[in-house]
């Protein structure tokens, strides 16, 4: 209880910004004025918050500001896209002190987990920041995981990773220690730590990467599911009609939503010649990027590809939205902004004639506020909130 005490009083610190007095503490947390004293000096001595000055708001002693010193953890986050590998350095609030970003080597696991160690390693040197202040690094992967072990499973366009110990690898090779985390629900995370809106909230988020997940935000706290690989949504059927997928069915969310499939597509329509020597991340990157081109720049059949897409998002996320009843729906990730204008002009409409609830209220739709680094960043916010976050469960207590 004290340590969850403790945390639901550092995060009401973190969210308010400016600070809070004690005795604003004890408004907003309900707990006794005591107990804010005693887990605010020993936040104090720590030098996680800090004193901000003093107030005068009425008669009595002037109240004194306690706000979060964002400087005193810091944490490291990655993002491992088959196509660009993302770092950021982030402080306590979540901000962003440096980044980088990396070409992702040829496929060979090893090739890639020394690139990623020589790149922490250059990021912590350009910021110049206190290796002591680093709690961890956190690295978003495409799943399937196994957590227990911090192995990669066999994860889309990353054909060569089978098993790979990528937790323990990387923390030997940097000599921090490492958490895992799918993509999606980082991104979710990302959200949460630097978002507005209320904590005790749900949400649908909807990661448009080389492939596409979703991660579920439930009263404030991302669903991991028992073997945290929620989100896998890949061959869920959204259009009957479509192209074969692997998996033997027609239509899946692989086959039609994806950043690959839309530009087979555009390829097919004419827009592009199908000249390309290969089907690789980054050359999918490139077309993609040359089509969302073309529709910003008025080309109406470019534009019908991608209308096609949003049309065939919104039946994936009706599904869903349908069987959870979530307050909001939230998309990000590497390819969102390309495609951002035209889906939220789109979706909101196309999910409010699917919806079930639609004569009770609406469902409102948006882009991640953290950009196409939402991956990155939710990696570095997982090691900050598996320290920091309040969560009821570490109320439960065991028999």
Same mark, same amino acid.
């Given at each position: 209880?004290?340590?969850?005490?403790?945390?639901?009083?550092?995060?009401?610190?973190?969210?308010?910004?400016?600070?809070?007095?004690?005795?604003?503490?004890?408004?907003?947390?309900?707990?006794?004025?005591?107990?804010?004293?005693?887990?605010?000096?020993?936040?104090?001595?720590?030098?996680?918050?800090?004193?901000?000055?003093?107030?005068?708001?009425?008669?009595?002693?002037?109240?004194?500001?306690?706000?979060?010193?964002?400087?005193?953890?810091?944490?490291?986050?990655?993002?491992?896209?088959?196509?660009?590998?993302?770092?950021?350095?982030?402080?306590?609030?979540?901000?962003?002190?440096?980044?980088?970003?990396?070409?992702?080597?040829?496929?060979?696991?090893?090739?890639?987990?020394?690139?990623?160690?020589?790149?922490?390693?250059?990021?912590?040197?350009?910021?110049?920041?206190?290796?002591?202040?680093?709690?961890?690094?956190?690295?978003?992967?495409?799943?399937?995981?196994?957590?227990?072990?911090?192995?990669?499973?066999?994860?889309?366009?990353?054909?060569?990773?089978?098993?790979?110990?990528?937790?323990?690898?990387?923390?030997?090779?940097?000599?921090?220690?490492?958490?895992?985390?799918?993509?999606?629900?980082?991104?979710?995370?990302?959200?949460?730590?630097?978002?507005?809106?209320?904590?005790?909230?749900?949400?649908?988020?909807?990661?448009?990467?080389?492939?596409?997940?979703?991660?579920?935000?439930?009263?404030?706290?991302?669903?991991?599911?028992?073997?945290?690989? %929620? !989100?896998? &949504? @890949?061959?869920?059927? =959204?259009?009957? $009609?479509?192209? /074969?997928?692997?998996?033997?069915?027609?239509?899946?969310?692989?086959?039609?939503?994806?950043?690959?499939?839309?530009?087979?597509?555009?390829?097919?329509?004419?827009?592009?010649?199908?000249?390309?020597?290969?089907?690789?991340?980054?050359?999918?990157?490139?077309?993609?990027?040359?089509?969302?081109?073309?529709?910003?720049?008025?080309?109406?059949?470019?534009?019908?590809?991608?209308?096609?897409?949003?049309?065939?998002?919104?039946?994936?996320?009706?599904?869903?939205?349908?069987?959870?009843?979530?307050?909001?729906?939230?998309?990000?990730?590497?390819?969102?902004?390309?495609?951002?204008?035209?889906?939220?002009?789109?979706?909101?409409?196309?999910?409010?004639?699917?919806?079930?609830?639609?004569?009770?209220?609406?469902?409102?739709?948006?882009?991640?506020?953290?950009?196409?680094? %939402? !991956?990155? &960043? @939710?990696?570095?916010? =997982?090691?900050? $909130?598996?320290? /920091?976050?309040?969560?009821?469960?570490?109320?439960?207590?065991?028999?």
């Amino acid at each position: 209880m004290g340590d969850f005490n403790q945390s639901v009083i550092l995060e009401t610190i973190r969210r308010s910004g400016e600070g809070l007095s004690r005795i604003e503490l004890v408004d907003a947390t309900g707990l006794s004025a005591q107990t804010v004293t005693n887990i605010t000096r020993r936040l104090l001595d720590d030098g996680i918050i800090e004193e901000a000055g003093r107030t005068i708001t009425g008669p009595g002693k002037p109240r004194t500001t306690l706000r979060l010193n964002a400087d005193s953890r810091l944490s490291i986050g990655v993002h491992l896209d088959p196509a660009v590998m993302t770092f950021v350095l982030l402080d306590l609030s979540g901000s962003v002190i440096e980044r980088t970003t990396k070409r992702t080597p040829a496929n060979d696991p090893r090739r890639i987990i020394m690139a990623m160690s020589k790149a922490i390693d250059e990021l912590i040197v350009r910021s110049g920041a206190d290796r002591e202040r680093i709690a961890g690094i956190g690295v978003a992967t495409p799943g399937p995981l196994d957590s227990a072990r911090g192995t990669v499973i066999d994860p889309p366009k990353l054909h060569t990773w089978h098993r790979v110990p990528l937790r323990d690898s990387l923390a030997e090779a940097t000599g921090f220690p490492v958490t895992l985390e799918k993509d999606t629900t980082a991104a979710a995370v990302a959200e949460l730590w630097t978002g507005s809106s209320p904590t005790h909230g749900s949400f649908l988020f909807v990661y448009l990467g080389i492939g596409i997940g979703t991660a579920l935000v439930l009263n404030g706290e991302a669903v991991q599911g028992s073997s945290r690989n %929620v !989100g896998e &949504v @890949g061959h869920i059927i =959204v259009d009957p $009609d479509g192209p /074969l997928c692997g998996c033997g069915k027609r239509g899946c969310v692989e086959v039609v939503c994806t950043p690959q499939a839309i530009v087979e597509r555009a390829e097919r329509a004419g827009i592009f010649a199908d000249d390309r020597e290969s089907s690789d991340a980054a050359s999918v990157d490139e077309r993609f990027t040359q089509l969302c081109a073309r529709v910003a720049a008025g080309d109406a059949d470019a534009a019908a590809v991608l209308d096609q897409a949003a049309q065939h998002l919104s039946v994936l996320i009706s599904g869903m939205t349908n069987m959870l009843d979530v307050d909001r729906v939230v998309l990000g990730g590497p390819f969102w902004s390309r495609v951002e204008e035209l889906y939220l002009r789109r979706l909101p409409e196309l999910l409010d004639h699917q919806s079930a609830t639609r004569a009770v209220r609406e469902l409102p739709v948006s882009g991640t506020v953290v950009g196409d680094d %939402v !991956g990155a &960043v @939710g990696a570095g916010c =997982v090691v900050l $909130d598996e320290v /920091l976050s309040p969560r009821a469960s570490a109320l439960f207590l065991g028999h």
